[in-house]
């Protein structure tokens, strides 16, 4: 065996050495959480998210380390397949791991809104470049894991998405508009608003001849905002067709313009072609020539 050949084999053996011994450390920071979260668990679960967090906050720590390497996520595919905990291409590693921490063979479905709720945290906060040390008062001052859960990527909940929309319309909508539907009829009881309030609610049958009736009427505050949540959005959808077919109209105009002005220029300098003395006429001619 040459020295080449030895050199070689040591280099593979030194690297194959260094992987099992990242493996084996993912394995003791995994085993360790799950006694956390066992401790937990059997502990504090129902009085306390403190030691929660904590673990969580541990998962967040070792999700930025793995995440980082090479690899730890086969380790971590490695790690569930020998616990028998399922898992496909599109599984995140936040959640891979999550369901390692927090999760068995047989228990992993049934909690799975929980351990999604658990990744998600953990994605937003490495996002939002928390570590373990910053992530109870990062889940305190987004108001809870089901809400982090719940925020779409702009960090907006679907409640607070449809408040906005609401806003938008009682805004909107709070002075008369050119495209209002039915105009300046006498209000029943059925159909007064809340005191302090604008609107209320009318639920309208279209008769057999085409015409309409309104057949009841309702003042109810969840219901009202409801329709103005959907108001408010269909509000915003136009703003932002409207803004578009503007941006494309200025678009066109600039495009003309342009054209235009191309277009006048060549015509200048045909223009200005057609005058030349005979003398530069002739010397463009022999220039061409030339050339």
């Given at each position: 065996?040459t020295?080449?050949?030895k050199?070689?084999?040591?280099?593979?053996?030194?690297?194959?050495a260094?992987?099992?011994?990242?493996?084996?450390?993912?394995?003791?920071?995994i085993?360790?959480?799950?006694?956390?979260?066992v401790?937990w668990e059997?502990?504090?679960?129902?009085a306390?998210?403190?030691?929660?967090?904590?673990?969580?906050?541990?998962?967040?720590?070792l999700?930025?380390?793995?995440k980082?390497?090479y690899?730890?996520?086969?380790?971590?595919?490695?790690?569930?397949?020998?616990?028998?905990?399922?898992?496909?291409?599109?599984?995140?590693?936040?959640?891979?791991l999550?369901?390692l921490?927090f999760?068995?063979?047989?228990?992993?479905e049934?909690?799975?809104?929980?351990?999604?709720?658990?990744a998600?945290v953990?994605?937003?906060?490495?996002?939002?470049?928390?570590?373990?040390?910053t992530?109870?008062?990062?889940?305190?001052?987004?108001?809870?894991?089901e809400?982090?859960r719940?925020?779409?990527?702009?960090?907006?909940?679907a409640?607070?998405?449809?408040?906005q929309?609401?806003?938008l319309?009682?805004?909107?909508?709070?002075?008369?508009?050119?495209?209002?539907?039915?105009?300046?009829f006498?209000?029943?009881?059925?159909l007064?608003p809340?005191?302090?309030?604008h609107?209320?609610?009318?639920?309208?049958?279209k008769?057999?001849?085409?015409t309409?009736?309104?057949?009841?009427?309702?003042?109810?505050?969840?219901?009202?905002?409801?329709?103005?949540?959907i108001?408010?959005?269909?509000?915003?959808?136009k703003?932002v067709?409207?803004?578009q077919?503007?941006?494309?109209?200025?678009?066109e105009?600039i495009?003309?313009?342009?054209?235009?002005a191309?277009?006048?220029?060549?015509a200048?300098?045909?223009?200005t072609?057609?005058?030349?003395?005979?003398?530069?006429?002739?010397?463009?001619?022999?220039?061409?020539?030339?050339?």
């Amino acid at each position: 065996m040459t020295n080449n050949t030895k050199s070689t084999i040591s280099k593979k053996a030194l690297n194959a050495a260094r992987k099992q011994e990242a493996f084996n450390g993912l394995v003791e920071q995994i085993n360790a959480l799950v006694e956390k979260r066992v401790r937990w668990e059997q502990g504090t679960y129902a009085a306390s998210n403190t030691e929660l967090y904590g673990i969580l906050g541990n998962c967040l720590d070792l999700f930025i380390e793995v995440k980082k390497s090479y690899d730890l996520p086969k380790g971590v595919n490695s790690l569930l397949d020998v616990f028998g905990i399922k898992y496909n291409s599109a599984t995140s590693l936040e959640l891979k791991l999550v369901r390692l921490v927090f999760a068995s063979k047989d228990n992993a479905e049934h909690i799975g809104n929980r351990l999604f709720g658990y990744a998600r945290v953990i994605r937003v906060a490495s996002e939002a470049k928390q570590t373990s040390a910053t992530l109870s008062q990062f889940i305190a001052d987004n108001h809870g894991i089901e809400e982090i859960r719940r925020a779409n990527k702009d960090g907006v909940t679907a409640a607070e998405k449809q408040k906005q929309q609401a806003d938008l319309a009682r805004i909107e909508l709070i002075e008369p508009r050119d495209d209002e539907l039915f105009q300046n009829f006498e209000m029943p009881d059925q159909l007064q608003p809340l005191d302090g309030e604008h609107f209320s609610l009318a639920l309208v049958r279209k008769n057999a001849d085409g015409t309409g009736s309104i057949v009841f009427g309702t003042n109810n505050g969840a219901a009202v905002s409801t329709v103005l949540s959907i108001a408010g959005k269909s509000l915003s959808d136009k703003a932002v067709d409207a803004a578009q077919a503007d941006f494309h109209a200025k678009q066109e105009s600039i495009k003309a313009a342009n054209i235009a002005a191309v277009s006048a220029a060549i015509a200048n300098r045909l223009k200005t072609s057609s005058v030349q003395s005979p003398q530069s006429t002739e010397l463009h001619a022999a220039e061409e020539q030339f050339v």
